[in-house]
């Protein structure tokens, strides 16, 4: 079965560091990624998603994400966090034509 | 913004009783999918259905879920005698259908089963 693994289940970054969250998937074919957030209580939302093209993806908020197909990753990066970025990150797969595995989610702290 | 809906937003219900709620998708969108969520893990899929149709149901989704889409607009699922096991997150999540499928979430329904 497909499956999405995230390498921290918590981070904790002091403001102005840099972010790195892993995400791995299990599925040889062709696949949609996405990461998704989850402020404190509120509901996901999508921060960016790679469909086809430039592997390396930009979203929202001042987040990018890499594909690296051979390595079957899509790494999340924000080159400085803010103490707004306190939340929980989702990564997702969506196989072509299946339904969307989601990863265990990393949470992120920022210290102000 | 008229985004994903549902309701209600907490449900506390007691052991074998019987409990439903409800997602309002986008308008426009043709595909509505249901997740249950537990506390540290990510969203699992549980169904879901293009238009009125229920296309997949998941091996978490026990005789006792029933969802249901019937004018392939809202959707309800619907939970029978209720175990603690059920306390969850449930989430409602939609889309357009194709190959650039992106779902988009509601705030979700909790349900805390004493």
């Known amino acids: 079965a497909q499956s999405v693994s995230q390498h921290n289940h918590h981070v904790i970054l002091s403001e102005a560091a840099s972010l790195e969250l892993g995400c791995n998937y299990s599925y040889g074919g062709t696949v949609n990624l996405f990461w998704y957030v989850q402020y404190p209580g509120q509901h996901l939302q999508l921060l960016l998603k790679?469909?086809?093209?430039?592997?390396l993806v930009k979203g929202i908020k001042g987040f990018e994400a890499e594909f690296i197909k051979s390595k079957f990753s899509f790494n999340l990066r924000k080159p400085s966090v803010q103490w707004r970025d306190t939340a929980e990150y989702f990564c997702a797969v969506n196989p072509f034509g299946q339904n969307f595995v989601f990863g265990p989610g990393t949470r992120l702290s920022v210290l102000p | 913004d008229t985004g994903v809906s549902q309701n209600p937003r907490h449900k506390i219900t007691k052991r074998g009783q019987n409990v439903t709620f409800r997602c309002d998708p986008i308008s426009e969108h043709n595909r509505l999918y249901w997740y249950r969520q537990t506390l540290g893990q990510g969203p699992e899929f549980l169904t879901y259905?293009?238009?009125?149709?229920?296309?997949?149901k998941s091996r978490l989704l026990s005789d006792r879920f029933s969802a249901e889409r019937p004018k392939g607009s809202f959707s309800t699922l619907e939970i029978q005698r209720t175990e603690q096991g059920d306390s969850a997150m449930y989430l409602c999540?939609?889309?357009?259908?194709?190959?650039?499928?992106?779902?988009?979430f509601g705030p979700g329904t909790r349900l805390t089963v004493l």
């Open positions: 259905f293009q238009n009125e149709a229920q296309l997949e």
């Open positions: 790679y469909f086809s093209g430039d592997p």
């Open positions: 999540a939609s889309s357009i259908s194709g190959h650039t499928d992106t779902q988009y």
